[in-house]
T-cell receptor
Framework: RKEVEQDPGPFNVPEGATVAFNCTYS??????FFWYRQDCRKEPKLLMS???SGNEDGRFTAQLNRASQYISLLIRDSKLSDSATYLC???????????FGQGTELSVKP | EAQVTQNPRYLITVTGKKLTVTCSQN?????MSWYRQDPGLGLRQIYY???????DKGDVPEGYKVSRKEKRNFPLILESPSPNQTSLYFC??????????????FGQGTRLTVV
């Protein structure tokens, strides 16, 4: 079983749609959680960190459920520019090691 | 501008010909690492370094070497490349290994093809 699992998609949605991505992790020693965005095989860039209380950044909302070892990302009012691959990332322990999910591809259509 | 710089961006080489991919960061970060990205497998860590002269294996270290003689540089060395090392490679840095909540900054990637 992979340490971080995501539905690879692709998710094809119209502009303005709301889309949700899910991610599960298997290592209970995981300390911190992130969503990164990767455009067309370019370098990943941090979209947002994920906190237990849930957090929001504009149209993006991230949630963490430690008991279920589950992370989610909700994108509201999708834009064409949101088309990308979204990577669920987990930091294992305090050693700085990041474990990446394989990514979920999103395509927003006009 | 804070950045991680990798070179070269693209490289086609032949089996067995030693190569080095350079990585340099200007943020005074302690923690640096190398990843490879393959379709369906996501990013996998090759090697990492927690500080100067401190390196350790990641999940897929076979066929690779690294060194950390200076804080800013973390080159990836393929002594005898093979076709199964054809991949997209990323260098990344973070402020320090204990900063579990800190952002990782990535280089622009090196697309390597070994024929």
């Amino acid at each position: 079983r992979k340490e971080v699992e995501q539905d690879p998609g692709p998710f094809n949605v119209p502009e303005g749609a709301t889309v949700a991505f899910n991610c599960t992790y298997s290592n209970s020693a995981s300390q911190s959680f992130f969503w990164y965005r990767q455009d067309c095989r370019k370098e990943p860039k941090l979209l947002m960190s994920v906190y237990s209380s849930g957090n929001e950044d504009g149209r993006f909302t991230a949630q963490l459920n430690r008991a279920s070892q589950y992370i989610s990302l909700l994108i509201r009012d999708s834009k064409l520019s949101d088309s990308a691959t979204y990577l669920c990332v987990v930091n294992i322990g305090w050693g700085g090691k990041l474990i990446f999910g394989q990514g979920t591809e999103l395509s927003v259509k006009p | 501008e804070a950045q991680v710089t990798q070179n070269p961006r693209y490289l086609i080489t032949v089996t067995g010909k030693k190569l080095t991919v350079t990585c340099s960061q200007n943020m005074n970060h302690e923690y640096m690492s190398w990843y490879r990205q393959d379709p369906g497998l996501g990013l996998r860590q090759i090697y990492y370094s927690m500080n100067v002269e401190v390196t350790d294996k990641g999940d897929v270290p076979e066929g690779y070497k690294v060194s950390r003689k200076e804080k800013r540089n973390f080159p990836l060395i393929l002594e005898s490349p093979s076709p199964n090392q054809t991949s997209l490679y990323f260098c990344a840095s973070r402020p320090d290994r204990t900063g579990a909540d800190t952002e990782a900054f990535f280089g622009q990637g090196t697309r390597l093809t070994v024929v």
